[in-house]
């Protein structure tokens, strides 16, 4: 008979957990917090003083209660959102820092859509089925909360739809830059370029002004091109990805697989490796990768597997996938050959080569 091992617990692993479950009881509070920045334009407001700015001053300037206000910025000082310095008269002023400056609605990096996007009631209200979704047979979170599922959703509301083509912009300004400078080779020879489930065009836009001979095919639901920004060297198609993609040298894909289960992502793979060139094309994937080996020192690691959460709670079948998991997919659509890069964000680099 197996002999059962007594498991022993520290006074400092109980002390421990017992700080930390507050942190699970009142979690919602950062994200409450900051999406309160956003709407009242905190961040603005110090930026536009070009200086640290007073309480009083703050105040004045948001047309906020003092009181209330104080209480709001000394949570995010908390958070590292924002510093607090002396002014020369000897009072305290609050100070950007490279984290608040990403809550400004139109600067450089900024995450302010997306983070208006997730903290939203539509995007919240699936969370609260979650527990239904993982039970066997459990139907869609999106689906139970609002009766229809995320595309559909976005289809019928155009103020929802707007919002998540701001939030992947967000991205887009992000992850462009670390492939655009950490691995521009990426792109020597195409060009023509579609991309697939390309939102506003912001990908394209970025790329086309990065390598001006790409010519771009910015493919997505008619809903969503209909509004898109016209530009220069690309062109907006609407259409389906399921029933085909447009033809081009070269397909690029970002964030769209991880909203589809495996029998999906293979279906637009294999619709991709039909459109793309036989000699010079590919198809450039730029997704997350979750890594399996604990002892990868990652400092996006959280982020990829809340991420899978969130994929849970919004989608029916997506998930962030492993390596192991890339791989089926790939070599399913007829991709036996692909290179895979690290580059700075939360995504990594993947180039599928059709065999």
Same mark, same amino acid.
């Given at each position: 008979?197996?002999?059962?091992?007594?498991?022993?617990?520290?006074?400092?692993?109980?002390?421990?957990?017992?700080?930390?479950?507050?942190?699970?009881?009142?979690?919602?509070?950062?994200?409450?917090?900051?999406?309160?920045?956003?709407?009242?334009?905190?961040?603005?407001?110090?930026?536009?003083?070009?200086?640290?700015?007073?309480?009083?001053?703050?105040?004045?300037?948001?047309?906020?209660?003092?009181?209330?206000?104080?209480?709001?910025?000394?949570?995010?000082?908390?958070?590292?959102?924002?510093?607090?310095?002396?002014?020369?008269?000897?009072?305290?002023?609050?100070?950007?820092?490279?984290?608040?400056?990403?809550?400004?609605?139109?600067?450089?990096?900024?995450?302010?859509?997306?983070?208006?996007?997730?903290?939203?009631?539509?995007?919240?209200?699936?969370?609260?089925?979650?527990?239904?979704? /993982?039970?066997?047979? $459990?139907?869609?979170? #999106? +689906?139970?909360?609002?009766?229809? !599922? &995320?595309?559909?959703?976005?289809?019928?509301?155009?103020?929802?739809?707007?919002?998540?083509?701001?939030?992947?912009?967000?991205?887009?300004?992000?992850?462009?830059?670390?492939?655009?400078?950490?691995?521009?080779?990426?792109?020597?020879?195409?060009?023509?370029?579609?991309?697939?489930?390309?939102?506003?065009?912001?990908?394209?836009?970025?790329?086309?002004?990065?390598?001006?001979?790409?010519?771009?095919?910015?493919?997505?639901?008619?809903?969503?091109?209909?509004?898109?920004?016209?530009?220069?060297? /690309?062109?907006?198609? $609407?259409?389906?990805? #399921? +029933?085909?993609?447009?033809?081009? !040298? &070269?397909?690029?894909?970002?964030?769209?697989?991880?909203?589809?289960?495996?029998?999906?992502?293979?279906?637009?793979?294999?619709?991709?490796?039909?459109?793309?060139?036989?000699?010079?094309?590919?198809?450039?994937?730029?997704?997350?990768?979750?890594?399996?080996?604990?002892?990868?020192?990652?400092?996006?690691?959280?982020?990829?597997?809340?991420?899978?959460?969130?994929?849970?709670?919004?989608?029916?079948?997506?998930?962030?996938?492993?390596?192991?998991?890339?791989?089926?997919?790939?070599?399913?659509?007829?991709?036996?050959?692909?290179?895979?890069?690290?580059?700075?964000?939360?995504?990594?680099?993947?180039?599928?080569?059709?065999?």
């Amino acid at each position: 008979m197996e002999e059962t091992k007594v498991q022993v617990i520290t006074k400092k692993e109980e002390d421990d957990a017992e700080v930390e479950i507050w942190k699970y009881v009142f979690g919602f509070t950062n994200m409450a917090v900051v999406k309160c920045a956003v709407e009242l334009g905190i961040a603005e407001a110090v930026e536009e003083k070009g200086s640290p700015i007073t309480l009083n001053e703050l105040a004045s300037a948001l047309k906020c209660d003092p009181s209330l206000l104080q209480r709001i910025m000394r949570f995010l000082i908390h958070l590292k959102f924002f510093k607090e310095v002396p002014t020369s008269q000897g009072s305290m002023a609050f100070q950007q820092t490279p984290l608040s400056r990403r809550l400004m609605r139109h600067g450089e990096n900024n995450m302010a859509a997306f983070i208006l996007l997730e903290s939203s009631p539509v995007m919240l209200a699936p969370w609260h089925s979650l527990g239904t979704r /993982v039970l066997a047979n $459990g139907t869609s979170a #999106f +689906d139970k909360a609002h009766g229809k !599922d &995320a595309w559909s959703y976005a289809a019928a509301d155009a103020a929802h739809s707007r919002l998540i083509n701001d939030a992947m912009a967000c991205d887009t300004r992000l992850a462009l830059p670390a492939i655009i400078e950490g691995c521009p080779e990426v792109f020597d020879g195409i060009e023509t370029l579609v991309d697939i489930g390309g939102n506003d065009g912001t990908t394209l836009r970025t790329l086309t002004k990065a390598f001006p001979r790409i010519r771009g095919i910015n493919f997505d639901l008619p809903h969503v091109v209909s509004v898109a920004e016209k530009c220069h060297g /690309v062109e907006h198609v $609407g259409g389906d990805m #399921f +029933d085909g993609v447009p033809k081009a !040298d &070269a397909a690029i894909i970002k964030w769209v697989l991880h909203d589809w289960g495996d029998d999906e992502c293979i279906k637009i793979l294999k619709n991709c490796k039909e459109a793309i060139t036989k000699d010079k094309g590919k198809v450039i994937i730029v997704e997350a990768i979750i890594e399996e080996d604990d002892e990868v020192d990652n400092k996006f690691k959280s982020v990829r597997l809340m991420l899978d959460m969130v994929m849970m709670a919004h989608t029916n079948k997506g998930k962030e996938r492993s390596l192991k998991e890339w791989d089926y997919v790939l070599r399913q659509a007829g991709f036996s050959r692909y290179n895979i890069t690290s580059i700075h964000a939360v995504q990594s680099l993947i180039e599928a080569f059709p065999s």
